[in-house]
């Protein structure tokens, strides 16, 4: 069962504008969450996390909120820019030191237009 | 570093045959982690190590699939007899645990199998 859902699989949005990027979980044990972005025929790279003792973590375009009590994340890139055209996965992890096994979303494909 | 490095990129083969995909973790990472991409399941995990050894291999799908890890620097994962529907992109990635949450895993490239 999917653990983590990105339900939407693709998103275009216009240069300079904001992309906002979805992702829901149901395990209330997930503690750490990351987003992950792919390029074509590349592996996926990381680009932002966050703790569940937070709710909002930033660097630079790109911002991670997260709702505990909704069960929910999302990633916000302002401004958009063509370059952040890929696909962005969400992921999570438990407590623990015990692997860092992480559960992926199925990706959303966002597509910024010029 | 040269990052995880994933053998072969590509591998196109007959439904039957035995494939062999090869991983190299980034060196000093004591994790390695088997990832299969579809378009319906997205990442799914199909099995990880900690220093060579296996700790989960409850992702893997069938007994057709058996992963390795013979040393800190190498890693197999073979599908015998292989099927049309394990075609996908198969990833290696590899991490660090050094006692922060802060870590992450780094991804290879990729090996993409086409079974005909």
């Known amino acids: 069962d999917q653990q983590v859902k990105q339900n939407s699989p693709s998103l275009s949005v216009q240069e300079g504008r904001i992309s906002i990027l979805n992702c829901d979980y149901t395990?209330?044990?997930?503690?750490?969450f990351l987003w992950y972005k792919k390029y074509p025929a590349e592996g996926p790279t990381f680009l932002i996390s966050i703790s569940s003792i937070k709710d909002k973590n930033e660097d630079g375009r790109f911002t991670v909120f997260l709702n505990k009590s909704a069960k929910h994340l999302s990633l916000h890139i302002v401004p958009s820019q063509p370059g952040d055209s890929a696909v962005y996965f969400c992921a999570a992890t438990k407590g623990g030191f015990g692997g860092n096994q992480f559960y992926f979303g199925t990706g959303t494909s966002l597509t910024v237009i010029p | 570093d040269a990052g995880v490095i994933q053998s072969p990129r590509h591998e196109v083969t007959e439904m039957g045959q035995e494939v062999t995909l090869r991983c190299k973790p980034i060196?000093?990472?004591?994790?390695l982690f088997w990832y299969r991409q579809t378009m319906m399941r997205g990442l799914e995990l199909l099995i990880y190590f900690n220093n060579n050894v296996p700790i989960d291999d409850s992702g893997m799908p069938e007994d057709r699939f058996s992963a390795k890890m013979p040393n800190a620097s190498f890693s197999t994962l073979k599908i015998q007899p292989s099927e049309p529907r394990d075609s996908a992109v198969y990833f290696c990635?590899?991490?660090?645990?050094?006692?922060?949450?802060?870590?992450?895993?780094?991804f290879g490239p990729g090996t993409r199998l086409t079974v005909l």
């Open positions: 990635a590899s991490s660090f645990l050094g006692g922060t949450r802060e870590d992450t895993q780094y």
């Open positions: 395990n209330s044990m997930f503690d750490y």
């Open positions: 060196s000093g990472h004591d994790y």
